[in-house]
C-alpha cells in the first residue's frame, strides 16, 4: 500500500507523485506527525518546517513555509504558503541568506526596530539549511526524475 502527494504552492506544484510514496513527515502546528498508508482522514495546519517523504528506501526533502495539509484516501494534499526543493537548494547561497538575515535581525533589534519580519527570515533561511541537511542525516540521497505537473 502506497500514498499518493501533491505539493503545491500559489505559484507551481512542487511534487506530484508519479511514482508511490511510503511515508512522509509533515512539521504540523503541533508537532510533527509521519503519515503511512491508511493514515486517519485529516485537515490540519502545517508549522514551517521541511516535509520528508520516503521512496522505498530514499528520503528526499520539502522546505514548507506553513500552509496546510489534507489527507484522505491514501492522498496528501499540501498547499504550501512557499515551499523548496532540499534538492535545489543551494548551500553556499543558503547560508549566505542566514548570514544576512541575521545581520538583519541585529541591526533592528540594535535600533529599537520591530523584528518580527527579521525574525521571520531568520526561521526561513535556517529552514531551507536544515532541508539540505535533512537529505544527508536521512539517508544516502540519490536524485530522481524530477515529478510533472
Known amino acids: 500500500m502506497t500514498l499518493n502527494l501533491c505539493v503545491m504552492t500559489p505559484k507551481r506544484i512542487l511534487w506530484d507523485s508519479k ?23 485529516t485537515v490540519t495546519g502545517l508549522d514551517m518546517g521541511v516535509l520528508k517523504i520516503r521512496l522505498n528506501e530514499q528520503w528526499f526533502t520539502i522546505a514548507v513555509m506553513g500552509g496546510f495539509a489534507r489527507i484522505v484516501n491514501n492522498e496528501i494534499m499540501v498547499f504550501a504558503h512557499d ?10 547561497e543558503a547560508q549566505q541568506t542566514l548570514q544576512i538575515a541575521e545581520d538583519h535581525l541585529r541591526k533592528a533589534k540594535a535600533e529599537g526596530e520591530e523584528t518580527t519580519e527579521a525574525d521571520q527570515a531568520v526561521k526561513r533561511a535556517k529552514l531551507r539549511i536544515k532541508a539540505i541537511h535533512a537529505i544527508s542525516v536521512t539517508s544516502e540521497y540519490v536524485q530522481i526524475e524530477e515529478p510533472t505537473a
Open 83 to 92: 515551499a523548496e526543493r532540499g534538492s535545489d537548494i543551494d548551500p553556499q
Open 19 to 41: 511514482v508511490k510514496v511510503k511515508e512522509i513527515i509533515l512539521s504540523t502546528e503541533s508537532g510533527q506527525i509521519g503519515v503511512l498508508p491508511n493514515h486517519v482522514p
